[in-house]
């Protein structure tokens, strides 16, 4: 089946230190979305991109949509505490007939020293 | 507004034992989606809900799992003769019809099947 490839795993950074990460698909995708999880919690949508190479920014966030289609990046400018969590990315497959499901990385986890 | 709720939040039951899952949408959305998040992975995709019909159930691992969604509002994610390797959370998430990939989900069901 499709998969996305969630990179890095695991992030352990300084707090006001920049953060990047990425997803990437052996097949094209037609939206990307990226997802932060609490414990405990469902994930809390951060930012939605529709369009191929697409660059769309919330607050201290900003992710793009590869002109390829098959990756797309998170950014976290400037980390702080409360940023604190897993962070996935998801993709509505190509070809998936417009239902809306999401196939998921498997997250990266970020952790942020005061 | 109301967010996705799930009841119950955490449920153990026994090997063998029928359990059945609740989630109440967000209000006005008539797509509705059920994932399964085993511990450490993103979530995966069990079926989707365009109002009453189940348009892609594609994801539901066997015939041990049904989902109904009678009126188009609340549905609720069985699972017959639970078996240990069903533990997992398992998510609902809804979205508008007209923006079907923006999903939002709930808190989730904690399931451990003992």
């Known amino acids: 089946g499709q998969q996305l490839n969630q990179s890095p795993q695991s992030m352990f950074i300084q707090e006001g230190e920049d953060v990047s990460m990425n997803c990437t698909s052996s097949?094209?995708?037609?939206?990307w979305l990226w997802y932060k999880q609490d414990p405990g919690e469902g994930p809390v949508l951060l930012i939605a991109?529709?369009?191929?190479?697409e660059l769309t920014s919330n607050g201290r966030l900003t992710a793009q949509f590869g002109i390829t289609r098959k990756d797309s990046f998170l950014n976290i400018s400037a980390s702080i505490p409360s940023d604190v969590g897993i962070y996935f990315c998801?993709?509505?497959?190509?070809?998936?007939?417009?239902?809306?499901?999401?196939?998921f990385g498997q997250g990266t986890t970020l952790q942020v020293k005061p | 507004g109301a967010g996705v709720s799930q009841t119950p939040s955490n449920k153990v039951t026994e090997k063998g034992k029928y359990v059945e899952l609740r989630c109440d949408p967000i209000?006005?959305?008539?797509?509705l989606y059920w994932y399964r998040q085993s511990l450490g992975q993103g979530p995966e995709f069990l079926i989707y809900?365009?109002?009453?019909?189940?348009?892609?159930d594609s994801g539901l691992p066997n015939d041990r799992f049904f989902a109904v969604r009678p009126e188009g509002s609340v549905s609720t994610l069985k699972i017959q003769r639970t078996e240990r390797g069903d533990s997992a959370v398992y998510l609902c998430?809804?979205?508008?019809?007209?923006?079907?990939?923006?999903?939002?989900f709930g808190p989730g069901t904690r399931l451990t099947v003992l």
């Open positions: 998430a809804s979205s508008s019809r007209t923006s079907r990939d923006t999903q939002y």
């Open positions: 097949s094209i995708f037609n939206t």
């Open positions: 991109l529709y369009k191929a190479g």
């Open positions: 998801a993709g509505q497959p190509y070809g998936s007939g417009n239902t809306g499901k999401l196939i």
């Open positions: 209000s006005g959305h008539t797509a």
């Open positions: 809900f365009q109002g009453t019909g189940a348009a892609d």
